[in-house]
Structures are given as C-alpha cells and as structure tokens.
C-alpha cells in the first residue's frame, strides 16, 4: 500500500505536470504563432521597402548620370565664361592705363595751351601797349582856339622800343605779322 500510495502521488503529480507543459506549450505555441505572424509582415515589409529603395538608388544613380553629363555639357561654357572675364580683365587693366596716359596727355596739352596763350596774352598786351603809345604819339590834336580851328602837331616824346633792330620796326609789328602769318597758316592747313 504504501507502495500504491507512492505510486498514485507519482501518478499524480506527473498528471499535474502534464497539465501545466501542456498549458505553457499552449501559450508558446501562441507567442511562436504571433512572432511569426510579426516576422511574415517584416518580410513583407522589407520586400516592399526593398523594392522601393531599390527604385529610389536607381532613381539616384539615373539623376547622377544625368547631372553629370549636364556639367560636362557645362564645362565649355563655364570655361569659356572664365577665359571672357580673364580677357574683360586685361581690356579694362589696358582701357584704364589708356585713359591714364591720355588724361596725363591731355593735361600736358592744356599746360602747353595755357602758357603759350599766356605768352601770346602777354606779346599782344604789349603790342597794344605799344601800339598805343605809337598811335598817341603821331596822332595829330586838334584844338579850338580863337575863333577858329587848327591843326596841332604834338608834342612828340618818341619812347625807344628795346628791341627796335636796325630795320626800324618795333616788335610789336612784328609780333602782329607772326600772328598773321601763323592765322595764315592754321587756315591753309584746316583746307
């Protein structure tokens, strides 16, 4: 009997066992059912991820090769746009040392211009001035006097000119007929 009895608390607890595997396997069958339901809609997933991740590195490579040759088709133009600035470059570093030397020129001139209209303000300042004096000295005066007129020779105060030569010409005479000559000159040649 003891024997029976050890044999039935055997029995028994094996049962109980049992029962508890099998309601432990039964939720590992669940938990394994639902990872793998988990796992077919990863796959699915993935596969779809795949395929567009595929299209997109296709895409991305198709756009590249494009672009590429976009900049090689570029690469002239970009070159040429560089090699015009390089040229603008030096027409403008030659454009500005042109105006600097002709501005420099130009002021040379207008110095030149200015002194000499000085000098030529100066001779027929005194080519009036002696011209003047020459004028006033032959100039007869006329007076009234007594009842009638009469013609007064002057007085007459002769003032040697310095440069008067042995032609008996002033300078200033001189100086006239140079400008004739030179008026004469610019007028032929403007013909």
Wanted: aromatic share 4%; proline share 3%.
């Amino acid at each position: 009997m003891l024997f029976e009895i050890a044999m039935l608390i055997i029995g028994l607890s094996v049962a109980a066992l049992v029962v508890f595997l099998i309601q432990t396997l039964k939720k590992m069958q669940t938990s394994l059912d639902a990872a793998t339901r988990t796992m077919t809609e990863v796959q699915q997933v993935v596969q779809t991820v795949k395929g567009d991740v595929g299209e997109i590195v296709n895409s991305a490579k198709r756009i590249a090769d494009q672009a590429e040759g976009k900049l090689t088709a570029i690469d002239p133009l970009v070159e040429t746009v560089r090699e015009t600035g390089e040229v603008l470059h030096e027409v403008a570093s030659v454009a500005h040392n042109f105006s600097s030397l002709w501005t420099d020129r130009l002021k040379r001139r207008a110095e030149a211009a200015a002194a000499k209209q000085q000098a030529k303000d100066a001779r027929e300042q005194a080519a009036s001035a002696s011209m003047q004096a020459y004028a006033a000295d032959d100039m007869p005066e006329i007076g009234m006097g007594a009842g009638h007129d009469r013609l007064q020779v002057p007085h007459h105060n002769t003032v040697e000119p310095e440069h008067a030569g042995k032609t008996g010409f002033s300078p200033s005479w001189l100086d006239w007929m140079e400008t004739g000559v030179r008026v004469a000159r610019v007028i032929a040649n403007q013909r």
